[in-house]
Structure formats: structure tokens, C-alpha cells
């Protein structure tokens, strides 16, 4: 069992590990069915949750120490529309032990999909040779999945940013993504059990038929075969390349029409604007001030946008940062006073973080 | 039956769990949020997801389970 990869399938499930260590992890998985099925289990734990129609335990968030509890973002599922809990409802966990057998296990379509989430998020000059390393990895997989759309449309290398960008900034482009409605919800299933779920709300025609496709499959493969076969004959299906193909042109559809209708909402300057803000580093208190004024800027010019509560979140962030760097009492004070008028607003998207951000001042 | 296994994790699993399951949090940022090591976020976060998928288990097909108790 030393050679197995165990220990890491919870952290190669989350895209958390180093390009070296996930291709050797991969390389596993291609050989061992053992750990290729613990994967599929954990990523089925995460689907499960998911689905789970509250999330936490009553009182959970309660009982947090209250410097936690004020540093948690606002609850992302609360973006999520109530035709997609319909949806998952009605699949829930009973869809998920018959599409063991349909999209099992092999590890070679999870790979083959994180590939192709990055080669969606990366900058386009790596997309013919996607690089794991390029990839930031903060977020994982399903945040880079979300951050697609935005960042396949434009030129400005957002993926490029170094190993460790600052946590705020991927946060809030995070955040920005959930709060986009259903399509969050929609991308943010990566897992190998994603399909229940995810499959569910864009086009709802494909859904039931997939389900119960799925579901007599696992039913005949219990019927008719002895349960030891039923593995096999999910490798089989994997091998011929069928499941994972589909699932990546469906990917693909569903990326293309999330990035047309994010095309259409934009303003054509305001987008290559945004990306400009984004990708700036600021060095100094002085640059992440200037930064601050400019997001500030952006936001008032954009204030109906769909960037503008993610720049006042940024211009925020901008502010801590210069703080941070300045260890100044009036940045801290400045970032204060924003920090209650951006919370004073009925839009506010992001209070929980802001106040998260506040909490973190003391 | 998962939210009662989730439930019973201890509490520091739970919220990592929580955080990265529900708010997508990445490693870095649970860390910041928990104030903890990153490499406690992954062990913690390892160990909630092992007990899921124990407490999970038996709820999956008969086929995988076998095969999963391989090896």
C-alpha cells in the first residue's frame, strides 16, 4: 500500500498539488484501480455535500469562534437559483451510485478534464502547450473552471500570476464568479460525479434521459453480471474514450455559451479595463493606494457593470494591501471608512468578506 | 446519512471540510481564514474526507464498494 497515492487524492482532487507531484499521481491512478476508485469516492463525498440541502450542520456556523465566523465570505450557495436545488434534489445522491458506473473511474478523464479546465483558463499563449505549473494553485480546479469564462475571453494573462498572488485578489474573482448566477453553480462541479448535478440545469431536456440511462446501466450491471465486473466494465467504456470525449464537448458547449453571453454583457473598454486593474501588482503602499483609486474609479464609471461590486471589493483589498505594506494608521482608517460605506449599500455582494476583512484589521 | 457523518467530524475537520466543500475556499485562504498551517488545512481536510467517504460508503454500489476494499 506504500506506493499507493492515498494520502495525496484529497489534495489532487482539490488541484492543490505541485505539477510534478500530480503527474505522478496520475501516472498512479492510470495503473491502480484501487486508488482510482478511492478518488472517485472522495470526489463523491464533495458531490454528496454539495447536494446536501443544507449545508452545515444547524449551529455550526454558530459555534465558531466569532473572529472565524466574521472572516467566512458570504455563503456562496446562496447565489445558486432555485431551479438548480430543484434539480439537484431530484438527483441528489441516489443519481450518484449508478453514475459510478457510467463515468468510473479511471482517473483518465479527470485528468484529461483538469487539463482542459486549464488550458480554458490559462492565458492564451499556453494553450497550445498547457503547462500545470502556469496555473495558479490557488483556487483549484473548480475555481479555475469558474474563471474561465472571464478569463478566455481576454488577452491579459490573469493565469499568469505567481504561485502565491495575493489571496484577496483571487478571492474576490472568486467571489465575482459565484456571484454570477447558476453558471457558478453550474462550472464549479469538477468532480468525476459532477455530471449529476451539473448536467442538470442548462439544457434540462439531456438530464433525465442521462440519469436513467445511467441508473439502468447500474441496474443491469448488478443484474446481469457478477458485482466484480462492473468495474471492469466501466474501465472498458473509459478506455474507449466515449464518457470522457462527451463530457468534454459538453464542457466545451457549456463554456462557449457562458463566454458569449459574458461577451454581449460587457462593454467592450470596460473589459480590457478591468483585466488592466486585475492584473496590476502593486509593489508599494504607494502603488496599491493608486491602485485603490483606481478600482474606485472603475467601479464609479462601471457602476452598473458586472465588475462593479467586485472593483469596490478590489479597491477595498487595495486598500488593506497598502496598509499592509505602510503599517500607516490612516490607511487603516481610510480602508475603515470604505469599508462601512461599501457595507452601508443594498448591493453589497460581498459584505461578509468585507467585514471578514475588517475583523482582520484588529 | 452525510450530514450526520458531518456532524461528527471533529470540529476543526468540519470547518476546513466546510470551507473548501461549500465556499470553495482554496488551501491558502482557508489558512487565513482558520489561521492555521497550510499543511494543516490539507491533513485535516484529508482526514474529514476519508471519514465521509467511510460513513459514504456503504450507501455506493455493491461493485464499487468491493472493489474499493481492495488493495
Known sequence: VSDHVLDRLSLYLDGELAPAARTEVEGHLRGCSACALHLEELAAVDAAARELPVPAPPGYFDALPARVRARLPAPRRRTVPVWVWAAAAGLALAALTPLMFRETASPVPEAMRTEETERVAAPASTIATPTPAEAPPLGGARAKTRAAPKDAVASKPVASAPAAPPVLYERAREQAAAARPATGQIQKHNGPFAQAPAAAPPPPAPVPAQVSQAAARADEARAGEAPEEAPARASKEVQTGAAPEGKLERDQARRGGLTDSIELAQAPGEEARYRGLRARQPASADAARKLHDDWAAFAKAHADGPHADEARVRALDALLLAYHRSGEARDRQRLREEAALYLQRSDAAQALRVRAMLEGLH | ?71
Do not use: H, N, W
Open chain 2, 1 to 71: 446519512m452525510l450530514d450526520r457523518a458531518l456532524g461528527e467530524l471533529p470540529a476543526e475537520q468540519r470547518a476546513v471540510f466546510c470551507l473548501r466543500v461549500f465556499e470553495e475556499l482554496s488551501y491558502r485562504e482557508i489558512a487565513d481564514a482558520l489561521g492555521i498551517e497550510m499543511g494543516t488545512v490539507m491533513s485535516r481536510l484529508s482526514r474529514a474526507r476519508e471519514k465521509l467517504r467511510e460513513a459514504l460508503t456503504p450507501y455506493l454500489a455493491t461493485a464499487t464498494r468491493r472493489a474499493g476494499s481492495q488493495p
